[in-house]
């Protein structure tokens, strides 16, 4: 019961942070291309996930991620935000798939043109992931990923 809680935390807090993620690139195209890194990617402020255990370590991102913030998610747990310097058809594959080989199995989901989100557990831990193709930098990839302990 208690993990049905956590998890129901974990998503409500995914679903309030929302993808709300911003960067501080340019640009409004749909176009969108996978190499090389689009240049407002420089600009991001990387952040350092913690290594305290509120978030699995053998979390896999996608090449070319930049965890630009964490958050404590009420209940437990954490929040990741992160943009892909690839488009979110290069992403997409990544998350079904790599994830999943690497023990994190989504429990249900759903993908759009535009954006994907998904329950998941695996490695002690379970939560949501989402991402969206990002509107202010062309050809990149906007993600979160909230996890917590099981």
């Known amino acids: 019961m208690r993990a049905t809680i956590r998890s129901r935390a974990?998503?409500?807090a995914l679903?309030?942070?929302g993808l709300a993620l911003t960067s501080a690139c340019g640009g409004d195209s749909d176009e969108a291309t996978d190499?090389?890194?689009p240049s407002c990617?420089?600009?991001l402020s990387p952040a350092s996930l913690p290594s305290d255990g509120t978030f699995p370590t053998a979390w896999p991102f996608p090449p070319g991620t930049v965890v630009?913030?964490?958050e404590p998610v009420p209940g437990g747990g954490l929040a990741v935000t992160a943009q892909v310097g690839s488009?979110?058809?290069g992403v997409l594959p990544f998350m079904q798939h790599d994830l999943e080989e690497a023990g994190f199995v989504a429990t249900q989901g759903e993908a759009e043109?535009?954006?994907a989100e998904a329950t998941w557990s695996g490695n002690g831990y379970s939560g949501t992931w989402a991402i969206k193709s990002s509107e202010t930098c062309e050809g990149t990839t906007l993600l979160q990923?909230?996890?917590a302990k099981q």
Request: no cysteine; proline share 4%.
């Open 113 to 115: 043109h535009d954006d």
């Open 15 to 17: 679903a309030t942070l």
């Open 87 to 89: 488009s979110f058809e």
């Open 10 to 12: 974990v998503g409500l």
């Open 68 to 70: 630009t913030g964490t």
């Open 41 to 43: 990617m420089s600009s």
């Open 145 to 147: 990923v909230a996890a």
């Open 35 to 37: 190499s090389p890194a």
